[in-house]
């Protein structure tokens, strides 16, 4: 490897790009990447960068990723319930509709803001 890809993987490290996104850039390989990373001790730069990254989420995408994250959960809990034969399928359809209306209003307010 180059003295001059060298530079650059530990400029793009800091920059906060990933091993992948700069092996594609440099068009070298991404274990070439890992490998000068882990031997420079840049392997910790992505954490810091996904630090200040999640700090600058606005609160209603946070409350939206939540409630996403909670509406898939629940769904994925009432599919096996179903599928164990805890409840009916009817009784799933009315708890998957009752999941979407309360998703509903937190998808009204992502839609007023981009339109």
Do not use: W
């Not at 200040?52 to 629940?74: F, G, H, W």
Request: aromatic share 4%; charged share 30%; proline share 2%.
């Amino acid at each position: 490897m180059e003295e001059t890809q060298r530079k650059q993987i530990e400029t793009l490290r800091h920059e906060g790009l990933g091993y992948k996104r700069i092996a594609k850039e440099l068009n070298i390989s991404v274990n070439t990447v890992k490998s000068f990373c882990r031997q420079n001790d840049l392997t910790g730069v992505m954490v810091e960068r996904t630090k200040s990254v999640t700090n600058n989420i606005p609160d209603e995408v946070k409350q939206l990723k939540q409630a996403e994250m909670d509406y898939r959960l629940s769904k994925v809990m009432v599919d096996y319930l179903c599928h164990e034969g805890l409840i009916t399928k009817r009784e799933e359809k009315l708890i998957t509709t009752r999941l979407v209306k309360q998703l509903n209003p937190l998808l009204g307010i992502l839609e007023e803001s981009h339109g």
